[in-house]
């Protein structure tokens, strides 16, 4: 019995890397997140390996998956318009009391 492996190249490369306000920890750029994400929510694609392969902390990977996911489900939602309209119903008011009754 064999098994067969098929290695994929999941590194993505970001050309620019903006330099961080915070030391030693780099700030990616939205584009290279985006992509990052995109690629963890493909079919067979292991996050942890896409994280090590890149650098990355898993969590962080996972953090940038579960943001973009967001963000496709809010885009997905549309608003449908309502017009309001202001009319008085007689089925809402209260019945006229007679003049006998009063």
Known sequence: MSIIFEV???ILSEPTQRPGSRKGR??????FRRRLAMTACESGVSVARLARENGLNANLVYTWRRRYLAEQQAEAVQLVPVAIVNEVSSVNEPPALAESEV
């Open 8 to 10: 994929v190249d999941t």
């Open 26 to 31: 780099p700030n990616h750029s939205p584009e």
